[in-house]
């Protein structure tokens, strides 16, 4: 399977504690995005890295949240502190920096629940 | 924040009957692109259109595209169960940049 994939799939955690995702992007593409979806919404975007620039960030992404993408290839999300409105599907995708590489590729997520 | 909404927010249809969902965006854009989403999966792309085109087909999908009005519509003819999902359209709010902003979001239910 060559596709988007991110670990873990499902996380449930307790308020205040650290959660760590990660996400490996399709190997050739180098733009890589996290956005983040809650129930009934369309995802949000929360940052975009191209190779291991961090180009972008939403003002979604509070200073609890860090993302990085080290060596341009997989990338990790952080969330200090959770809190229950940190509860969501975590979606990455990416996509190529070419003619036509506008699609983004998605990933099947990582849902995170905060109790 | 979304870029826009889409219209219906729910829609409910046997198999072989066509669907067709609307969206609305706000800001000049350069493509719009359909996903999928499988309930509780990730998005599949669907089809892109770019801001000079008014009509793009893909098997099953028609796509349309007003930017005088901002608005777009997905048409999914001869629909099967397997078209169960729910359906966003997305949009290049800054051009050139890559960013999406998505819409709410159509349920789409085929019943057999």
């Known amino acids: 399977d060559t596709g988007v994939s991110q670990n873990p799939r499902h996380k449930i955690t307790k308020r205040g504690q650290n959660v760590t995702f990660r996400c490996d992007p399709i190997s050739e593409h180098n733009r890589l995005y996290w956005y983040r979806q809650t129930l009934g919404q369309g995802p949000e975007f929360l940052t975009y890295f191209q190779n291991e620039a961090q180009l972008e960030k939403s003002r979604l992404l509070s200073d609890r949240f860090s993302a990085e993408r080290p060596k341009g290839s997989f990338s990790t999300l952080e969330i200090q502190r959770t809190e229950q409105g940190d509860s969501a599907m975590y979606l990455c995708?990416?996509?190529?920096?070419?003619?036509?590489?506008?699609?983004?590729?998605f990933g099947p997520g990582t849902r995170l629940l905060v109790l | 924040s979304q870029q826009g909404e889409e219209d219906p927010q729910a829609l409910s249809i046997q198999e072989g009957e066509n669907a067709t969902m609307n969206c609305s965006y706000k800001t000049s854009i350069n493509n719009l692109q359909w996903y999928r989403q499988n309930s509780g999966r990730g998005l599949v792309h669907l089809i892109l259109?770019?801001?000079?085109?008014r009509e793009k087909h893909s098997g099953r999908l028609r796509v349309t595209l007003d930017t005088s009005k901002k608005s777009s519509s997905l048409l999914i003819t001869a629909s099967r169960a397997a078209d169960t999902a729910s359906y966003f359209c997305a949009t290049d709010a800054v051009p050139g940049f890559q960013k999406l902003v998505f819409g709410t979001g159509t349920r789409l239910l085929v019943s057999p």
């Open positions: 259109i770019r801001s000079n085109e």
């Open positions: 995708a990416s996509s190529p920096k070419r003619a036509g590489g506008e699609t983004q590729y």
